[in-house]
């Protein structure tokens, strides 16, 4: 697989899960978060499509840039964090419903594109 393709479906997961965030940040409250932690104030809804904006900005910088290999590695150690955030809010402190471990599956596709990415930079040097 070619790296611009490996960076498509890197910005994939960000437009397809930002986008749902920006279009339709009640969904995204009602299916991903515990019933417990759902809010009713009014910020709720513009903090979750501005993350969403934000992921698209990520997504279009993903899709559009040229990536190295270093760029993978660092998209991959930048990851990290990520499933940290994943496991705290669905093990420790249980924020996120099953629905919301999507997250956990695009951060999975994202670590797998960076791999697979850092690989195939590599064979273009």
Do not use: H, K
Not at 16 to 38: D, E, H, N, R
Not at 44 to 61: E, K, N, R, Y
């Amino acid at each position: 697989m070619s790296v611009r393709t490996i960076q498509w479906w890197l910005a994939a997961v960000f437009v397809v899960l930002g986008g749902w965030c920006l279009v339709s940040p009640g969904s995204v409250l009602a299916l991903t978060i515990t019933p417990t932690y759902q809010s009713e104030a009014p910020i709720v809804p513009i903090l979750i499509g501005a993350f969403g904006a934000q992921a698209l900005i990520a997504g279009l910088f993903a899709a559009f840039s040229r990536f190295e290999q270093r760029t993978f590695l660092a998209y991959g150690i930048g990851l990290l964090p990520f499933f940290v955030f994943d496991y705290w809010f669905y093990v420790v402190v249980p924020m996120l419903t099953w629905v919301g471990l999507l997250d956990v599956v695009g951060n999975v596709v994202m670590m797998g594109a960076c791999v697979a990415g850092w690989r195939a930079a590599g064979r273009d040097i």
